[in-house]
């Protein structure tokens, strides 16, 4: 079955950076849709970036547009959010996640994906 495992959280200064990772095991990783989410206590869980294989099915969401960057490395079966000029309002509990086929327009949507890591911590102050 599809696990993922994230690291790479850690506390950080404003205006600061951070490289999550997130290791995929169990299936083909080429065919799946792989994401970032993020939770922030008391609010929901919040799409930022989702990315598939051929490159141009890439998204974020608009308030990390020009500072986080998604990328994947299909040799590692690994996804990366490159993290830059980090703010306060980017803390929270950043997520990996998975799902089969292209990421497509509800990218967002966090009922579409099946596979979910366990969470790593990322505070900005």
């Known amino acids: 079955h599809v696990q993922l495992v994230e690291s790479g959280g850690d506390s950080a200064q404003t205006g600061g950076s951070l490289r999550l990772s997130c290791t995929f095991s169990?299936?083909?990783?080429?065919?799946?849709?792989m994401a970032w989410f993020r939770q922030a206590p008391g609010k929901e869980r919040e799409g930022v970036a989702a990315?598939?294989?051929?490159?141009?099915?890439?998204y974020y969401t608009d308030s990390v547009k020009g500072r986080f960057a998604i990328s994947r490395d299909n040799a590692k079966t690994t996804v990366y959010l490159q993290m830059i000029t980090l703010k306060p309002e980017d803390s929270a509990v950043y997520y990996c996640?998975?799902?089969?086929?292209?990421?497509?327009?509800?990218?967002?949507?966090?009922?579409?994906?099946?596979?979910w890591g366990q969470g790593t911590q990322v505070t900005v102050s």
């Open positions: 169990g299936d083909t990783y080429s065919r799946y849709c």
């Open positions: 990315h598939f294989t051929t490159g141009v099915d890439t």
């Open positions: 996640a998975a799902k089969r086929g292209l990421c497509g327009t509800w990218w967002w949507k966090a009922f579409e994906y099946n596979h």
